[in-house]
């Protein structure tokens, strides 16, 4: 297993589900190796686009000033430019999902983005691929095909419970089910079971559209104004003071971290 299949692993699942648009948002600083560059280009070859993600993750409310996040986002611009020539590239992914909690930092970003013609890329749902990455690794060097089912079947519960979850937060938020904006991450766990996991958007209706088109749906303009991190939904319904439901009780996880030490 390699970055490069990894990569084409999830190019492979996205044409076989319909997937015609899957950003890939890139950390410049973390691609500078051959096979990284193989990988950012393999995504362009199949038709996805790719957006800035910044150059070392930089978290806005982390980072010494506001200056300081401005210069990491600029670094990871050219990784992206020169393979998106033609095409409009200046869409931002904040890192861990944090578009600043603090007023003046918030707004200090959103005023660079909007004055530079940067979109941001929102979410609204996630299953937690990457928690499971190093321990699918340890496992699979240790081939315990015992910890790797167990993981298997806690996940896809998981999305699952999430899907329901998300159906409910929308209703609670706006009445309604807008567009939803998925994160995942490449990566062997996310290889792994993406399949089953688009076996389970499609089996709930799912339509695929551009990140584009979701994301004119008014819900987006108005999260993009609230400071803050997290999904939108969640932060929304923080500042409307809107109860959310609470997710639906599980069985007793096993904490990825623990298994094939």
Known sequence: MTRLSIARSHIET????GVKEAFGFVNSAKATDAESNAVLDAWRAAGHPL??????????????????????????????????????????RFPNL?????????????????????????VTISFSDWSYSDAYARCLAKGDQAAIGTME?????????????????????????????LLTHIGGWSAHMLPQVMDRL??????????????????????????????????????????????????ERVDPKTLCR
């Open 153 to 181: 079947g806690q996940y896809l519960r998981g999305v699952d419970e999430e899907l329901a979850h998300m159906r409910a937060v929308s209703q609670a938020v706006y009445g309604r089910m807008i567009p939803q904006v």
């Open 14 to 17: 996205f044409k076989t589900h």
């Open 98 to 122: 944090t578009a600043g909690t603090r007023p003046e930092r918030h707004q200090g970003a959103a005023a660079y983005l909007a004055g530079h013609g940067y979109k941001v890329a929102h």
């Open 51 to 92: 957006g800035n993600h910044t150059a070392n993750h930089l978290n806005l409310e982390e980072a010494e000033t506001l200056e300081s996040w401005i210069a990491d986002l600029e670094a990871g611009e050219p990784a992206v430019a020169q393979r998106m020539k033609g095409q409009d590239w200046r869409y931002l």
């Open 202 to 251: 499609d089996a709930a209706g799912a339509r695929y559209v551009t990140l584009e088109a979701a994301q004119k749906d008014p819900a987006y303009a108005q999260a993009a104004a609230i400071p803050g991190g997290g999904g939108i939904m969640e932060r929304t319904a923080k500042a409307r003071g809107v109860a959310l439901p609470a997710a639906a009780p599980t069985v």
